[in-house]
């Protein structure tokens, strides 16, 4: 488990240039960093260099603070949008939620498993239904009724306990409102959502229904970054599956809730992993 | 294989009514037909029941002009919408095609194999390259050229030609032109199409460049009946693969390509062998 | 859902002999038997017929009793084995478990959300360490301490419990000790067990090192019946994974744990839905 | 594709060592080399440490022999083993053949298109049969036909007509003869076989009779590198198809040929683009 050890994972998104994986090998490697894991990826078409570096810190010659001053420069020459990360700070992780149980359970499980290394400091909601669940799997529930009229109120409310937890992850599970553009711009890529369909087949409400009126014969699930505009941010995984003309609405619902599950966990394993990177609106997945 | 045997094939598409299973299985079950398969879906929803019934005419005490002029009575009674097939009376399928030939290959060689039990009287093409292809598996091909301004001499000649050939099923694989609504009505629910896409996702043109802007983790193909509304008609089959941010539009349209050639080929494999009902622009398909 | 309604399922296995769906049919039909749904399979190479039938009991002329009493003839003449349900008797099932949790898990948030219409009398588990999830859903359980000196001694009491609890399943949600002969004599088709690969590749203990070692891309799940001979019941399901070079056994373990779950939970579903039937050390699946 | 551009491909197997990608990538920088693909994996169990780097010689300040020259001593201080590539090198690929066509014309026709850059000098199969397939690609056929009492006869004559044609990649598309340690010990990890089984099941032969025999849910094939042991070889790709009850053996066949295709020209495709390294009887496959 990333977690379990003391490694410092360097994420890029830069101007694709020749020498710079070679410059940033050499710096890890003259500070006796051993590395562990590395993967990169070029954009040819728009001329974008994405690299992910892990390396051990036990053993490496520069501390934390360190690390950072002396990477400054590297990172200007080369024009790097850059962020670091250590695997022994965990993401800080709130799960919104509203009635649906399938989503929530299922992360919380994986979390109990060590599937998904994070701190998960509380779980938000706009309906009571859920506080068992999360008590039973011993994180604070916290309300926030959320009506049409005092939306804004409610999102101020739910950012103060966000903050107040340090969360720098938000999981819709399922999540039955959606959140304004100043919410999303809170939490840049770090809200992640969980959309019923295959993206972008079956924008917005009830895409179960609309798969089961079109006739479908394969039924999805995308789990995106959440943006300003509804269902259109970055795509991180999408999982089908099979439907025949035997299956009804419920069926699809049922099928699909399985789907859910697994693109939304895998999307979160991958972030808090620091295996995502955006660009473009897209994501690499350096899995 | 269907073919080799003497079999006849009852489709019916009626309202859901009390009786009707038991009586048509007696209907054969009373003139000695040994029924070989048998499958039935009721829509609860429309109240619209579907059954495909397979029996062998050897032995069977009606022969098959009796059996339609017997069978007439029933069908009333019970308003269905039927259709009689025997399966010694193949199909005859024409293939559109323009320069792809990855589709036909795929057809061809299936036809060889036996896994596609059709004749094939024409290929037709509104171009000449892929002659040879049709040359080597010993089947007639006739070229069309199709421009804007003289495309409805065009489809006159193709519908010409699929006439004299006794066409009963045309298939377009990967053909680049669009049929007009007046060709599409001399073949209803007899026209099947391969689309690049995981519909109803890329309706339209360049459906592979579509899916790379818009990030998505899973490419498909779709096939479908062909109706007047454009990638619109009753869905016979969805196939899908993965793609990460590896791949490429060329690459998308290389893993494509093994799911337009699988989607296409169950599709019209079901066709042929009477297992594709449609009703409300949707398939049935009794695998 | 099937246990909402008061149908009536009809399971037969016999040899196939002309008439008998006809029959069958009419029997139905006859008093009044509205059929919601009928499946058949005839295994032409062993001579088998399979079918499922379901109607609707309101409206039907014959009580259960007189139902029973009145096939018995019927079933005698085409030499039927046979087993009659009914929708709103549901299945009354066992989970047995030891210390791995995500099938529990699974099992139980699928039964909360309706997927699994059965009654849960109980747990059983040769340890403690799940109690709190069966609290959490408010199932009893009982651990039964199973040493390999007194194994006879706990099955009988494991046996006892499941008879005073009138259990007619037991799924075996990753339980860690084979069953005796004796035990699944007292439950023919009627133990489900999941085996964490993809049998008959990697049959007996530790499947996910020898997948690692033997180095396959795939890894995969199969939800069966538990006879005599060890991993090798009818198969109910199997679902598979895609591993890489990357996936270390932990990943093998981590990426199983899903297949399992879907494979076990598919067949739990069949099972109590009276859709699976077994001949021939087989399973036909009427999904 | 690889084959278009003049890129240099360097494959290391290597004990794990620190310093070695700062040593490589520094390498081909200082000597103007861009880096247009990089993969690596670290075998933590075994302490093995595998890369794959791609460059594009185009600018770079070494030609092939000095390349080589140079290299030496570093892969010598690394205890590197390793090879050098060059995309403008194609492999030179022979396809073994029996009777069957399927996985022949698969691989044919994905030559055409280009989505398999290789050359293929010859076809060689112990029956006549398929000599109008490679004759309508244009490639020369040879019958070595093989006999039991005669094997090491026909083999020091297939192996001459290989040596002939300088191949490099031996594939056995569905050749129905096994092939003697001597041969396989020709040509070590450069013979890709194809098995109709998703191995380790159903080792030998008849896999998909064994199949339906133990009613498996799904079916497979595995391509994989020969070695002397039969189904054995490391394996390189894997896929699977759903099958259920209504299958027989023929429809296993006929599912089962798609995925026979599908995993060899996979294998085929990752070999000729020099993306597969074996160690430990397994592939690390840079996808």
Redesign the interface.
């Known amino acids: 488990m990333a977690g379990a050890k003391n490694n410092a994972i360097l994420l890029i998104v830069s101007p694709d240039k ?2 710079l ?2 410059a940033v ?2 710096f ?3 500070h ?1 960093g ?12 728009t001329g974008t260099f994405l690299m992910r570096l892990e390396w051990e810190m036990g053993g490496f010659q520069l501390d934390r603070a360190s690390l950072a001053r002396e990477l400054a420069p590297l990172a200007k020459k080369y024009r790097m949008d850059y962020s670091l990360h250590f695997s022994d700070r965990r993401s800080r992780m709130a799960i919104l939620v509203s009635k649906y ?2 989503c929530l ?2 992360l919380l ?1 994986r979390h ?2 060590g ?1 998904i290394d994070v701190d998960i400091p509380l779980i938000l909601s706009n309906h009571p239904d859920l506080r ?1 669940v999360a008590e ?1 799997f011993g994180i604070p529930f916290h309300v926030v009724p959320v009506a049409a009229e005092s939306k804004d109120k409610a999102e101020a409310e739910q950012l103060q306990l966000l903050r107040e937890h340090q969360v720098d992850l938000v999981v819709l599970a399922r999540y039955m409102q959606v959140l304004s553009p100043a919410f999303v711009a809170a939490y840049p890529n770090a809200i992640i959502n969980i959309h019923h369909s ?5 924008i917005g409400g009830k895409p179960y229904h609309q798969a089961y009126a ?5 039924i ?1 699930a995308t789990s995106h970054y959440v943006t300003a505009e509804l269902d259109n941010g ?5 999982s ?1 599956a099979r439907v ?3 299956d ?1 609405v419920e069926d699809l619902i ?1 099928k699909g ?2 789907q859910e599950k ?1 693109a939304l966990a895998y999307a979160v394993r991958m972030h808090v992993e620091r295996r995502v990177l955006t660009y ?6 350096f ?1």
């Open positions: 020749p020498g994986v070679s090998s050499e890890v490697y003259n006796d051993n590395i562990v894991d590395s993967d990169q990826h070029t954009d040819l078409e149980q399938h359970y299922d499980v109990t498993l599937e068992e039973h295959f993206l972008p087949a079956f079109r006739g479908v014969k394969l999805g970055p795509i991180i995984e999408q089908v025949t003309h035997r009804r049922r809730r399985d697994i473009n609106n897209k994501t690499v997945v899995e």
